[in-house]
């Protein structure tokens, strides 16, 4: 089984920033493509950002040139560095992987519990 585990979220001032993190763990042979989205209140989940196991990131319109993934393939973990931040981008946001797992290789998705980020004005 696989688990996705975030940290970093949390409450800020507009124009701050945060760090988004999430680990996946478990039956993992590899992860082609990991990433974040987000749902606020009222609104449906959007694409915030995802990254493929080779580096090539794609981002949402509305984070390009504020937000910024990375990923560290050994640690089969993400980061998500916000700047600039607007009280638009306050969510839920949520951690994506598609795994390929180490028995049953078939690819699944996965999701994280997701992690509060709220902006004030």
């Known amino acids: 089984q696989v688990q996705l585990v975030e940290s970093g979220g949390g409450l800020v001032q507009a124009g701050g920033s945060l760090r988004l993190s999430c680990a996946a763990s478990?039956?993992?042979?590899?992860?082609?493509?990991m990433g974040w989205y987000r749902q606020a209140p009222g609104k449906q989940r959007e694409l915030v950002a995802t990254?493929?196991?080779?580096?090539?990131?794609n981002y949402a319109d509305s984070v390009k040139d504020r937000f910024t993934l990375s990923r560290d393939n050994a640690k089969n973990t993400v980061y998500l560095q916000m700047n600039s931040l607007k009280p638009e981008d306050t969510a839920v946001y949520y951690c994506?992987?598609?795994?390929?797992?180490?028995?049953?290789?078939?690819?699944?998705?996965?999701w994280g519990q997701g992690t509060q980020v709220t902006v004030s004005s």
């Open positions: 990254i493929t196991s080779g580096g090539s990131t």
């Open positions: 478990g039956n993992i042979r590899s992860i082609n493509v």
């Open positions: 994506n992987a598609d795994v390929t797992r180490l028995v049953i290789r078939a690819p699944r998705e996965y």
